[in-house]
């Protein structure tokens, strides 16, 4: 009876010991999954976030750097070309100095005129883009205003040029003379625009 019960007993101690076994073993499995989940998923947010980080500058230095050189470089009757080469000949006889610092933000009617003039730039650009294609993106203001130049009052188109270069590059308060642009200014700036170019430009 004596050996039964030992039997018994190490039959008990021998199931413990092999469910407690079993136990540490899916526990070790369990964290060793986890982990391997875990190096996956960080591996892949690393990529994710370099080539994110490398779309971005890749954008972005494409927004900076001139890339019209393709467009110089095709044929005189090529459409990129002839809008490029009219965008230089507006720019002849207009210069400005960018500022070296970063300018306050120019306010009138509660909002930022500078941010006001980027979205008229790129709604300007986005819209001649159906017609010119790729080089309209490399437009400027005094580019895009040059293809409607025969339709638009001379006078107002050049009042409204010089308005928006002088917030969106700030020359005048670069050049330490503060308070030149008025609220009428930008008032005049936005109603010009709305009311006479993208009329224009969308016709």
């Known amino acids: 009876m004596e ?14 010991w092999l469910g407690t076994f079993s136990l540490l073993y899916a526990e070790v499995v369990v964290s060793f999954a986890s982990a391997i989940v875990l190096l996956v998923l960080t591996v892949v947010q690393l990529l994710y976030r370099t080539s994110w980080r490398a779309r971005k500058l890749w954008r972005v230095g494409n927004e900076v750097r001139f890339d019209g050189e393709r467009y110089l470089a095709k044929p005189e009757g090529d459409i990129g070309r002839k809008i490029l080469e009219r965008g230089i000949k507006s720019h002849e006889n207009v210069y400005f100095e960018r500022p070296s610092g970063t300018l306050p933000p120019i306010v009138a009617n509660d909002c ?5 003039c980027l979205s008229m ?10 017609q010119y294609g ?3 993106r490399l437009m400027s203001m ?24 002088s917030v969106l590059y700030g020359q005048y308060r670069a050049d330490g003379v503060p308070e030149v642009i ?19 430009i969308q016709w």
């Open 3 to 16: 050996d039964m019960g030992d039997l018994a007993k190490g039959n008990l101690a021998s199931s413990k």
């Open 112 to 116: 930022d005129a500078r941010v006001n």
């Open 121 to 130: 730039i790129a709604e300007t650009r986005k819209i001649l883009y159906k």
């Open 134 to 136: 790729e080089p309209a």
């Open 142 to 165: 005094r580019c895009c205003l040059s293809c409607i130049e025969n339709v638009l009052p001379s006078s107002q188109a050049e009042d409204f040029l010089r308005i928006y270069e």
């Open 182 to 200: 008025s609220d009428e200014e930008i008032k005049f700036l936005h109603v010009f625009y709305h009311n006479s170019i993208l009329k224009e």
